[in-house]
Nanobody, 119 residues
Framework: VQLQASGGGLVQPGGSLKLSCVASGSIFSINAMAWYRQAPGKQRELVAR???????NYTDSVKGRFTISRDTPKKSVYLQMNSLKPEDTAVYYCNADVTTFQLRMTSAWGQGTLVTVSS
C-alpha cells in the first residue's frame, strides 16, 4: 500500500493551499484517513481526520480554517487550508487505515509534503 501526497509549497500568510493524497496498492477498503504535520523541532501532530462515514475532527488550531474531505472511489483525501499562518509551516503527512485484499489491517503513510507560510 502506498500513499502519494502532493500540493505543498510556499504561500504568504493569509493564503490558501490544497493538499491531495491518493492511495494505491492491494486495498480492499479504507477506514479513516487523516492528515498529520510535523514542524521543525516538534512532534508529529494530528491535524484532521475523516472516517469512512464522513465524520471529521480537527485540532483546535486549525478549526474554521482547514477542511478535510475524501473521495472514496478515488481512494483520495484532501486538505483545504485557508487563512494560513506562519505557525502552519510544517511537513504534512497523509495517513490511511487500510484493509488489504489479504484482509490485513495496516496504517499507511505518505512521504510528506512541505508547506511553508512566509512573506
Amino acid at each position: 500500500v502506498q500513499l502519494q501526497a502532493s500540493g505543498g509549497g510556499l504561500v504568504q500568510p493569509g493564503g490558501s493551499l490544497k493538499l491531495s493524497c491518493v492511495a494505491s496498492g492491494s486495498i480492499f477498503s479504507i477506514n479513516a484517513m487523516a492528515w498529520y504535520r510535523q514542524a521543525p523541532g516538534k512532534q508529529r501532530e494530528l491535524v484532521a481526520r475523516i472516517t469512512s462515514l464522513g465524520s471529521t475532527n480537527y485540532t483546535d488550531s486549525v478549526k474554521g480554517r482547514f477542511t478535510i474531505s475524501r473521495d472514496t472511489p478515488k481512494k483520495s483525501v484532501y486538505l483545504q487550508m485557508n487563512s494560513l499562518k506562519p505557525e502552519d509551516t510544517a511537513v504534512y503527512y497523509c495517513n490511511a487505515d487500510v484493509t488489504t485484499f489479504q484482509l490485513r489491517m495496516t496504517s499507511a503513510w505518505g512521504q510528506g509534503t512541505l508547506v511553508t507560510v512566509s512573506s
